[in-house]
């Protein structure tokens, strides 16, 4: 039975934010505005990194990846969602879903990663500005990023081979907007004892480790800021701490926000809403919160925008 169970499922049903017809076009015009200035500020992002030779450095390298991370996060699950929306369809189907996790987690996780590289490179220039050519090489910078990749890629895998081993109950529903991985462990028809430890493992070394790193720069950071007796120099190392803590703590702030609420609450609607803010507000205020903060984005962005504006 429970193979039949498994062979027979073929897609499940989305319950999404609200349930009322009169809300969908309000939340259809909502997100699709908010995905298309997501896309675009990041976009302006890796656009101003590209064309600047002057922000071809590691910082910067790093946050174009970033931006490049926060596009596909977005688009792994706001597309769908406004599809749904615009057709009055709850439906995902079993291979879209189990897509959106992958990607989902292994976007995720890059982020995660890239905001703790981002930090170190932080108290690289801070900490050690006479090393910091040397240290901060091409090579680091590249092999840094690929190994977020790398990692993500094989953990977020492995909880797809984990998922794909379980049965859900034909027209299975998802109290989520997107397939979430602890929704449909919740949904499963079987044990998910194996999925609950990888989960649970994998989560821990996810979030403890990326933390830790970003908490130890940062705390050399303050150290040698404390040690430094020019003002100007100490202003100058928190406009560029600035954007990043701000991010960071966006990124933390929200997901941890959404657990705790969750766990809470125990609320699948409250729960779908706080997830809008990691999922959705923090890739789209990224982009304003490194241009606003910073001169040299605002710079080359003033540029980019003068040409465009003069050509005929």
């Known amino acids: 039975m429970e193979e039949e169970n498994h062979t027979v499922l073929s897609q499940f049903l989305l319950l999404g934010l609200s349930e009322d017809p009169e809300l969908q076009p309000v939340l259809f015009g909502l997100f699709l505005s908010m995905y298309l200035v997501t896309v ?11 064309s ?16 490049f991370v926060d596009i596909c996060f977005t688009s792994t699950t706001i597309p769908k969602m406004l599809v749904n929306l615009y057709s009055q369809s709850k ?30 490179d932080h108290f690289v220039a801070i900490c050690h500005p006479l090393n910091y050519t040397v240290i901060m090489n091409p090579w680091l910078c590249v092999l840094l990023v690929l190994m977020s990749w790398l990692l993500m890629f094989w953990i977020s ?99 941890l926000g959404v657990y705790l609420g969750s766990s809470v609450t125990h609320s699948s609607q409250s729960s779908s809403i706080a997830s809008v803010m990691y999922t959705m507000v923090t890739p789209m205020l990224n982009p304003f919160i490194y241009s606003l903060r910073n001169k040299d984005v605002k710079g080359t962005l003033g540029i980019l925008l003068s040409r465009a504006a003069s050509c005929p």
């Open 91 to 120: 439906v995902i189907s079993y291979t879209e879903c189990l897509s959106q996790v992958y990607f989902f987690l292994m976007f995720l996780g890059v982020d995660n990663f890239l905001l703790t590289t981002m930090a170190f």
């Open 157 to 255: 895998l492995i909880h797809i081979l984990l998922l794909n081993r379980l049965n859900f109950p034909s027209g299975t529903e998802i109290p989520h907007f997107f397939c979430e991985l602890a929704q449909l462990l919740k949904v499963a028809g079987s044990d998910v004892l194996a999925n609950n430890i990888f989960t649970y493992v994998a989560a821990a070394l996810l979030c403890v480790i990326p933390m830790t790193g970003i908490l130890f720069s940062y705390s050399q950071i303050v150290s040698t800021l404390v040690r430094m007796s020019s003002i100007e120099s100490k202003y100058k190392a928190f406009s560029t701490c600035g954007s990043h803590l701000c991010v960071v703590s966006l990124f933390y702030g929200t997901g």
């Open 40 to 50: 675009l500020g990041n976009l302006l992002i890796l656009l101003a990194v590209s």
């Open 52 to 67: 600047g030779f002057h922000l071809h450095t590691p910082m910067y390298f790093f946050l174009s990846n970033l931006s």
